[in-house]
């Protein structure tokens, strides 16, 4: 089973700042990601598959980067409404599918 | 618009069963492979097992194999999961998603429900 550890855990930043979040898988899974953005009582949401492409409705603020173990989630001009935990996930080898342990943005 | 909308979550006493229910609608259901994902407390999210398009094909997390069975019934635009002998540690969200394609695969998941809680508790 491959295991995602993402970091850091927890990510406070102001609004109209940027931040990077982080992804590493415990063995290469090429551009077999995803990332998806969960905000309480609702649905998770998908941001990015293949490593760095924006899914269907999703603004160019997020981007997505990386291949093989090491892949990362930018967030430019951050706005309140982003304020969610942030999951990536892992396709190449499964089952199972494995995510990551998520991280939390707070929007100051 | 996709909607997933989960049902049948509660309390139940270790030991004992449940059956979680997804209602599909503004997607052709029978078009697409479906999963179950948990989001535990404290762990994140965990694939809990997913169907192809029409049902010949099924995968589970080694945590609930042999415990566990989805099903999906197409005329019914529905997707389901049987838990039985539920442990403390089934506790958690569980969440229907939509596969991208028909079949199960190196896929991600492209629209998911709200969830529906399930506590196992004494």
């Known amino acids: 089973e491959i295991v995602m550890t993402q970091s850091p855990a927890t990510v406070s930043v102001s609004p109209g700042e940027g931040a990077t979040l982080s992804c590493r898988a415990s063995?290469?899974?090429?551009?077999?990601l995803a990332w998806y953005q969960h905000q309480p009582g609702q649905a998770p949401r998908l941001l990015i598959y293949?490593?760095?492409t924006r899914a269907t409705g999703i603004p160019d603020r997020f981007s997505g980067s990386g291949s093989g173990t090491d892949f990362t989630l930018t967030i430019t001009s951050l706005q309140s409404e982003d304020s969610a935990v942030y999951y990536c996930q892992q396709y190449h080898n499964w089952p199972p599918y494995t995510f990551g342990q998520g991280t939390k943005l707070e929007i100051k | 618009e996709v909607q997933l909308v989960g049902s049948g979550g509660g309390l139940v006493q270790p030991g004992r069963s449940l059956r979680l229910s997804c209602a599909a609608s503004g997607v052709k259901f029978d078009d697409y492979a479906m999963h179950w994902v948990r989001q535990v407390p404290g762990k994140g999210l965990e694939w809990v097992s997913g169907i192809n398009w029409n049902g010949d094909t099924v995968g589970y997390a080694e945590s609930v194999k042999g415990r566990f069975t989805i099903s999906r019934d197409n005329a019914k635009t529905s997707l389901y999961l049987q838990m039985n002998s539920l442990r403390l540690e089934d506790t958690g969200l569980y969440f229907c998603?939509?596969?991208?394609?028909?079949?199960?695969?190196?896929?991600?998941?492209?629209?998911w429900g709200r969830g529906t809680q399930v506590t196992v508790s004494s």
């Open positions: 998603a939509k596969d991208r394609v028909r079949f199960l695969g190196p896929n991600w998941f492209d629209s």
């Open positions: 293949g490593a760095s």
């Open positions: 063995q290469p899974i090429f551009s077999s």
